[in-house]
C-alpha cells in the first residue's frame, strides 16, 4: 500500500488548525506538521517535504503566506490558500496557488480540493524545498 500523502498544514489559529488537521487525518492523509510561522514552515517543509501544503494568507511572521508559498511551489509543493478574503487571496496569489478555500471552511470543499490536486500533481516526495 502507497504512503499516505504528506500535507503541511501553516495556520496561527491553534483551534482552527486543529479542526483541520481532524479533517485531514480522518480522510486518511499525513499531516507532516502544523507551523505557526513561516519560518517553522520552511523548515518542516525542508526536513518532511511534503506532498501539499495549505496555507493561511495572513501570518505574522517576517514573511507571508503569499512570500512562502512562492518558497513551496518552487520545490514542487503545490498550495491551497485558506482565507477569510478570496480577492484579496486570487489577486495576490493567483500565480502559484493551486486552489483557494474561503474561511469558514467547508470539510467537503477542502477534501475534494486536495483529491483534485494529487490526482493532477501525485505524489512523488518531490525535490528539496528551496529556501533563500
Known sequence: MAPAPRILLVEDDPDFSSAVRSILERAGYEVSGIARTCSDALELAAQQRPDLAILD?????????VTLGFELSAGGVPIIYLTGDIAVAIGRAYEIASDFLEKPL????LLASIEAILANNPPLRRGKVVTH
Open 57 to 65: 494568507l495572513n501570518l505574522e511572521d517576517s514573511i507571508d503566506g
Open 106 to 109: 467547508r470539510p467537503s470543499d
